[in-house]
């Protein structure tokens, strides 16, 4: 993780297009109707706007069109300078809706995108969408092909077009944002005469959150839906918050006090490798813990160890988590949870489970998926 934390720094550094604001959003009449290279007329909305629900984003002001995961008195020095580019990066967001047409067109501009070796495009710049996400009938119908280079440039325009199998009627949709790069606009297009509604209350009102590394952002999975917190909240049909920084979460007390303040239905800390050394994860561990317990007494708290085996201090960090844990029971806690994750991939032979060791490949995620699911269900009280 020291070598992905170097390359995020690096790339961080090299490109002024990272930390650069949004352009300034042309003033659009919505609907508006365009023609597409076949001939069929679209009619294009607003994806952040009503009656489309955006989920993801808590410091977020509804009338915005800027997707960042972090409020914006959170700055260097009190987070690493990378921070700034890793929250324009989407992870964890959805846009949720319902309509009855027989076509769904994307028309997206991009911004902060990575180019990473060990990961897709399509998890860097594209988007999984899901039909009926969170309930008995939910299936997985389209992956939306990730960007190429001269897309994620602007050069050329973003539109992919998804056609809807079977009767045209109203239908639930749930559209997963990037986990390794971020949109400057997304518009939803549908068949002219169609409808579009806000979709159903989810079963989970409030987010669950997450707090940890490169592996919480979602490193390396193949596609936006399949992150383990991904996979975890739409078991449990409620929206997420991902605060996954990739190589940059060190456990400062300004992200605990930003998260001790969220009205959450559960909180996941997955914080572990990105502390410098065992004794920075001593020092930081447990007073990040206590900030959030302190402010939320009864929030549940699951508390989860890294899955690096290779790391020689491994065992060592993930007694440290525990330990946090251990007291916390001590104390009478009865809302904390510990899931050891060097128990995630015990299952397969470690090579299908992780693209170098460390970061999971989708049989990862889902390997995560399935050790923490049950602990979250008693957590929140689902069966």
Not at 65 to 73: A, F, G, I, T
Not at 161 to 179: A, D, N, S, W
Not at 367 to 373: D, F, S, V
Request: one cysteine or more; glycine letters at 6%; a positive charge.
């Amino acid at each position: 993780m020291k070598v992905h934390a170097l390359l995020l720094t690096a790339m961080f550094a090299a490109s002024a297009l990272f930390g650069a604001p949004p352009a300034a959003a042309t003033k659009v009449k919505y609907p508006r109707v365009e023609r597409l290279k076949n001939g069929e007329q679209v009619r294009f909305h607003h994806a952040l706007r009503p009656p489309f629900e955006v989920n993801g984003f808590p410091w977020r002001q509804p009338d915005s069109d800027v997707l960042e995961r972090l409020p914006d008195h959170i700055r260097p020095p009190q987070v690493e300078k990378v921070v700034m580019w890793l929250k324009k990066h989407t992870s964890g967001g959805t846009v949720r809706f319902a309509t009855d047409s027989p076509i769904i067109v994307f028309n997206a501009t991009f911004r902060a995108c990575a180019d990473f070796a060990h990961m897709t495009r399509l998890n860097e710049a594209g988007f999984d969408l899901m039909l009926d996400c969170g309930t008995p009938a939910e299936k997985h119908l389209r992956v939306i092909p990730g960007a190429g280079r001269q897309e994620i440039d602007g050069k050329e325009p973003f539109v992919r077009t998804v056609r809807i199998p079977g009767e045209r009627k109203m239908r639930e949709y749930t559209v997963f944002l990037p986990l390794y790069g971020g949109i400057k606009s997304l518009e939803i297009g549908v068949a002219p005469g169609s409808r579009i509604a806000a979709p159903r209350p989810q079963r989970v009102k409030l987010p669950i959150c997450f707090y940890g590394s490169s592996i919480t952002q979602g490193c390396s999975a193949s596609r936006p839906a399949n992150n383990y917190t991904t996979l975890l909240c739409r078991a449990v049909d409620a929206p997420q918050v991902n605060l996954g920084f990739s190589g940059s979460a060190r456990g400062e007390e300004v992200m605990a006090r930003a998260i001790a303040g969220l009205k959450l239905a559960a909180f996941v800390l997955d914080y572990d490798h990105n502390a410098y050394n065992p004794e920075h994860l001593r020092k930081t561990h447990e007073r990040f813990f206590r900030i959030v317990r302190e402010a939320q007494p009864t929030l549940p708290v699951i508390i989860v160890s890294g899955p690096k085996e290779s790391d020689p201090d491994s065992r060592l960090r993930r007694d440290i988590i525990k330990a946090t844990y251990d007291r916390a029971v001590a104390a009478g806690d009865e809302n904390v949870y510990f899931v050891d994750g060097l128990t995630f991939f015990d299952e397969v032979p470690r090579r299908f489970a992780t693209v170098d060791e460390v970061h999971p490949t989708d049989l990862g995620f889902y390997l995560m998926y399935r050790k923490i699911l049950p602990v979250l269900k008693r957590a929140i009280g689902q069966k």
